[in-house]
């Protein structure tokens, strides 16, 4: 699926780039009153407001995960959506970015995402092993390939390596990506895994292809193909909080829809 032919309406306002924090370390207990130590509780200053925490309403992540990233939206129809990453710290999720502004499929969110139609698969998913750029790794924690001439992201239903990547001299057919080319939405980009393995045993043929976490194919912004797309700074941001030791997730979802996951 083509994502630069899909140069629609103009981004949301853009906010400071992100600050991510790292997986926080477990909360040291308080120790016991000394004795003679006063027993008032101290003085604390007013809470803080604090944003909504979505995660808080995620049920099916697997245990051993410790980051996960919000993409949501208003409705499945929008194009416009925030992105909000959160790290558990014992059995609590907290929020570790600002609200990200993002846009999604030009046909917004989709259950049944197919091949070919510009949709946001909805869903639970994992980041894919290896990271991709035409520029050089950013700092990301996870591998990253610097793409170069003959790198290409298979979206070919027919073909035996549909939804992935692949080095060929020769295009493999169908929509696939001279990923490349892909300037500026591929300087940097994570792999969504939906339609391929762990979400899936192996691609299934017309499924859809090629579902990307990648940056803005116009200063602007603009709705995507079904790929997921964020401002550079914000981009970096979070590709290099992601860390495969904490065995991340992705859930992308209108917000009404969040608590099946």
Known sequence: MKRRSLLFGAAA????????????????????????????PPKR?????????????????????????????????????????????RSTWQPASASLPARIGSKGFSDNHVEGVPTTPTGVYSIGPTMYGIAADPGVRFPYHRLV??????????????????????????ASEALWKEVPAYTHFAVITYNMPPNVPKPVPNAGSGIFLHQFSTSAGNATAGCVSLAHDHLVDVLNWLDPALSPRIVLSPYAQLSRY
């Open 13 to 40: 306002g853009l906010v400071a780039p992100a600050v991510l924090a790292p997986a926080a370390p477990a909360l040291a207990a308080s120790g016991p009153l000394r004795a003679g130590a006063a027993t008032a």
């Open 149 to 174: 001439d003959g790198d290409w992201w298979n979206e070919n239903p027919s073909s035996a390596l549909y939804n992935t990547f692949q080095h060929s001299s020769t295009n493999p057919g169908g």
């Open 45 to 89: 200053p007013p809470p803080k407001w604090q944003p909504q925490n979505r995660a808080s309403a995620l049920t099916t992540l697997p245990a051993e995960t410790k980051q996960v990233i919000v993409v949501g939206a208003s409705s499945y129809t929008t194009t416009y959506a925030t992105l909000e990453a959160f790290v558990r710290v």
